[in-house]
């Protein structure tokens, strides 16, 4: 069996279609959409980058792709360890924005339902963080980045006691 075959729904090796890698998934895809989506930024997106550089420019340091305590396999895009913040900037798809948030129409199902867990995930992310005492700031990909800023300095200089989660 060739490389392009692995993975492959029976008798769909002919049209190029691959199965999704996750057990009992029924996704299909060709090669192409598969390398294109694996090409997506996790990290230094162009959002996520301009808050990075006003922060910096105003003073702040921070740490970048921290694994959270507690949650080894999540990382808060912005990380402030001393005050306890942590920032993270969503993408519209990836978080379900919704003002510009959309739902791909091939594989509808199960794109519902991965982008619901994502949205369940962060839910839960911010939950176990806040129980642990840190702030945490969400920011959409799509806000103005002075908003940002102000929105991170603020959680920054409230004290620890009178900061809200989120």
């Not at 996790?42 to 808050?51: F, G």
């Not at 006003?54 to 740490?63: A, V």
């Not at 129409?105 to 619901?116: T, Y």
């Amino acid at each position: 069996m060739d490389k392009s075959s692995q993975g492959a729904l029976p008798g769909t090796e002919e049209k190029g279609l691959v199965a999704s890698p996750r057990p009992g998934s029924v996704l299909q895809t060709t090669p192409q959409i598969s390398s294109r989506m694996s090409r997506q930024a996790r990290r230094d997106t162009k959002p996520e980058l301009e808050l990075r550089r006003r922060l910096h420019r105003l003073g702040y340091r921070y740490r970048v792709n921290l694994p959270l305590p507690g949650l080894p396999r999540r990382r808060a895009d912005l990380s402030f360890t001393a005050r306890q913040v942590a920032v993270f900037v969503d993408g519209c798809f990836w978080h379900g924005c919704p003002k510009h948030g959309t739902s791909p129409k091939k594989n509808g199902a199960w794109w519902a339902e991965k982008l619901l867990r994502n949205v369940e995930r962060d839910r839960e992310t911010d939950a176990i963080l806040c129980a642990s005492g840190w702030t945490v700031v969400r920011i959409w990909e799509h806000e103005d980045p002075d908003v940002a800023v102000r929105q991170v300095v603020e959680a920054l200089t409230k004290e620890r006691g009178a900061r809200d989660c989120t």
